[in-house]
C-alpha cells in the first residue's frame, strides 16, 4: 500500500471488524478468529480482510461460511463508523501465514537436526591421506 490513507483505513478497517467480533456474532459456527491484516485498493472501494481461526479444519470451514454470512452486518458497521463517502465492499481471506510460519520451523528443526548429526559425524572423522598431503620440496642429501 503506497497510499498512506488506503493504509490509515485499512487499519481503521481492522480495528472496527475486530472489536465487532470481540462482542460476539449470533452465529454459532462462528469460531476464535483474529483479523491478521486489511489490505484496501487505491481508491477505497475494495478491502481484503484477512483472518486465521484457531482449531481444526471444520471450525475453520464453519467460521468461513459464518463470516460470510455476516459481511453485509460487518460492512455496514464499517460504513457506520468509517465516515468515507463510499464503503469498501469486505472479502474474507483465509491467512495461510501461520501454518506456512509452523511449516517453516518444522523445516528449520529438520536442518538443525541435520547439522548435529553432521558435527556428530565429523567430530570423529580423520582425514582419508596423509597428515600433511602438500608436496614439499626434496631435501637434498649431503654426500
Excluded: C, W
Excluded at 481444526?56 to 463508523?81: N, P
Excluded at 463510499?86 to 501454518?99: A, K, Q, Y
Excluded at 510460519?101 to 547439522?115: C, I
Amino acid at each position: 500500500m503506497s497510499n498512506p490513507r488506503a493504509g490509515k483505513v485499512a487499519e481503521r478497517i481492522q480495528q472496527i471488524i475486530a472489536r465487532r467480533l470481540e462482542k460476539g456474532l449470533r452465529d454459532p459456527r462462528l469460531g476464535f478468529v483474529t483479523i491478521t491484516d486489511v489490505r484496501v485498493t487505491g481508491d477505497l472501494q475494495h478491502a481484503s480482510v484477512f483472518y486465521t481461526v484457531y482449531g481444526d479444519e471444520q471450525e475453520q470451514t464453519d467460521t468461513a461460511a459464518a463470516l460470510k454470512a455476516a459481511t453485509g452486518m460487518l460492512r455496514s458497521e464499517v460504513g457506520k463508523q468509517l465516515g468515507t463517502r463510499l464503503t469498501p465492499t469486505l472479502e474474507f481471506i483465509h491467512d495461510e501465514l501461520p501454518e506456512s510460519a509452523q511449516h517453516m520451523n518444522d523445516l528449520l528443526a529438520e536442518a538443525r537436526r541435520r547439522d548435529e548429526e553432521s558435527a556428530a559425524l565429523a567430530a570423529g572423522a580423520k582425514f582419508a591421506g596423509e597428515a600433511d598431503p602438500y608436496v614439499k620440496p626434496r631435501e637434498d642429501e649431503e654426500a
